[in-house]
């Protein structure tokens, strides 16, 4: 199940083929951690393609593994940094959903450089999410959560954000529960203005 670039790339062909007859078919989620939530979506929408992105090596391992032994044939899965894997891998439009749950948030001031959701990798996302499509960022970090609002003037986006319960039982997710949290920052990213790289 984990795949190399070469592979990507022809799947991405075959993606791009595939995107002109239903664009709506792919799903990509930035840091999938111990792929709860991959895995659960995958399991749900079978007619659906996924792309699960992460940078350690050890989860990626783990995550492929589980997925093979779900017998989940719509499961890719990506090491790699988010940055390049949307750079070199994605096409332009072909990305139905992108989805972050509990990003890292970076908190402390000299590695606010290291926070992924920069203004320029949201005009990225943009590039590769089809018009209409949305981008969902999930976040405990109320500063992360206002820094990445402050990113996304000029980006093509049109912007949603609220607090929600907690829904997407993840490792992270329930970390924050064990802690008492209550509810969560969501920010949807709803593209509604095609930005060109
Ligand atoms: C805080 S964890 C959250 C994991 C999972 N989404 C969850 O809710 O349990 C963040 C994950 O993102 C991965 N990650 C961080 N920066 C990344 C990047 N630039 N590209 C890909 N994965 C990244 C980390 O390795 C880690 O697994």
Not at 73 to 100: G, K, M, P, W
Request: charge should be negative.
């Amino acid at each position: 199940m984990l795949i190399d670039t070469r592979d990507l790339l022809s799947d991405k062909e075959n993606m791009t083929e595939d995107n002109q007859h239903d664009a709506r078919e792919i799903e990509v989620e930035i840091g999938f951690g111990n792929g709860d939530y991959l895995i659960r979506r995958a399991s749900e929408c079978p007619e659906k393609m996924f792309i699960g992105i992460e940078k350690k090596t050890s989860l990626v391992t783990k995550v492929s593994k589980k997925a093979e032994s779900l017998n989940l044939s719509n499961i890719r899965i990506l090491q790699s940094c988010a940055e390049e894997a949307f750079s070199d891998h994605f096409s332009t439009a072909s990305i139905s959903r992108v989805y972050a749950l509990f990003p890292d948030p970076w908190p402390k001031k000299k590695h606010i450089k290291n926070r992924l959701f920069s203004s320029p990798y949201l005009r990225l996302l943009n590039n590769r999410l089809l018009l209409g499509s949305e981008a969902m960022i999930v976040t405990d970090s109320e500063a992360y959560h206002r820094w990445i609002l402050k990113q996304t003037p000029d980006t093509g986006f049109d912007v949603q954000n609220d607090t929600i319960p907690p829904q997407f039982d993840t490792k992270f997710e329930r970390k924050w529960v064990e802690q008492e949290f209550k509810s969560f920052f969501r920010i949807i990213l709803r593209k509604i203005e095609h930005i060109d790289t």
